[in-house]
């Protein structure tokens, strides 16, 4: 495989940011865009220099010269557009939240293992090189077991009750928009599932979660205490803090470049790692290598974990009586 075939399925903001990551890749070809409207789709392929572009996600899906689909639709479709890359026998990388709930998770997971198809949510943050580091860090046992994780992602934006942000039919909310980056973390660090869940949040006048806050515990003897926003800005830090010292990722902790590791001996480092492209080109080159191996999900992000994520927030807004009007079942 010299070099892998994308097609990206809708035209939004993230879709933009993905195909500006590939251009980071010598071994990415971006060979097919997709939309629900000829137009939109010719307009994307046009800015991106896209050899095609379909009018329907069904057109994009069937044709033959893609090796793998991002999917870069709202959170409610991700399920639908995964499943019907399946059924065409392509490979995926679907934005996160990966689905709207667990149940749909597994379904997306099994219907793969049905087809032996390569399927990845697409958590940049994983990939990134400093992110590495710190696994590399916390493997090392350099601040000893990690027993607190405090991390937040909040951000303020245009009030539109219709938008992607705030409308329930669209699934919004702090928690799958955003929130989702601060669990992943914990589940990264901690590598199991939280015993308990405690969670509470405001809801905007839409009826989802404007600003939130929940604590993960898990055993033996550990917590995570994160916070979401789509009404407030935080500053967008993590830390991790073991019984040696701590991890202090600066912001913007989902996409890092530096780090600071205080160790209680009075030791401090500062590590710097900066990142070629926009940072979206790292989860596309991992789907490159897994493709080239032969493999069907990414030992950096299993479909196990993704899926362990997804009870989670189901767990959380199981606690706030959240569920979206698409869902059949929570």
Not at 68 to 91: E, F, M, R, S
Request: hydrophobic content about 40%; proline content about 6%; charged content about 20%.
């Amino acid at each position: 495989m010299k070099s892998v075939r994308w097609g990206i399925l809708a035209t939004g903001q993230i879709a933009r940011k993905f195909a500006e990551g590939l251009q980071a890749l010598p071994d990415a070809e971006l060979v097919a865009v997709g939309s629900r409207k000829l137009e939109t789709a010719k307009a994307f392929a046009e800015e991106y220099n896209i050899p095609r572009a379909y009018g329907s996600y069904a057109e994009l899906t069937g044709d033959p010269d893609i090796d793998v689909v991002y999917i870069a639709t709202p959170h409610p479709a991700h399920a639908q557009n995964t499943l019907q890359c399946i059924d065409a026998g392509k490979a995926v990388l679907c934005e996160k939240p990966f689905a709207l709930n667990a149940t749909q998770a597994r379904h997306m997971i099994q219907a793969a293992a049905e087809k032996n198809i390569f399927l990845m949510e697409a958590m940049w943050t994983r990939y990134i090189p400093l992110m590495l580091e710190i696994e590399n860090i916390l493997e090392q046992g350099t601040i000893g077991p990690p027993k607190m994780i405090h991390a937040d992602f909040g951000y303020s934006g245009d009030w539109e009750p219709d938008g992607r942000v705030l409308s329930p039919h669209l699934a919004g909310g702090a928690l799958l928009d955003v929130g989702i980056y601060a669990i992943s973390l914990a589940s990264m660090v901690y590598q199991r599932d939280p015993e308990k869940v405690a969670a509470l949040a405001h809801m905007a006048s839409t009826g989802v979660d404007e600003i939130s806050a929940f604590i993960l515990s898990y055993e033996p003897a550990a917590l995570a205490i994160l916070s979401c926003a789509v009404g407030a800005s935080t500053p967008g830090e993590a830390t991790i803090s073991g019984s040696k010292g701590y991890i202090k990722i600066h912001s913007p902790f989902w996409c890092p470049s530096k780090a600071t590791v205080s160790i209680d001996e009075g030791k401090t480092e500062t590590i710097e790692v900066p990142f070629e492209g926009n940072g979206y080109n790292y989860e596309a080159a991992e789907v490159h290598r897994c493709l080239r191996e032969g493999l069907t999900q990414s030992p950096k992000m299993p479909l196990e974990e993704t899926l362990r994520i997804m009870g989670t927030m189901d767990n959380i807004r199981k606690q706030w009586n959240l569920k979206y009007p698409m869902e059949h079942t929570l």
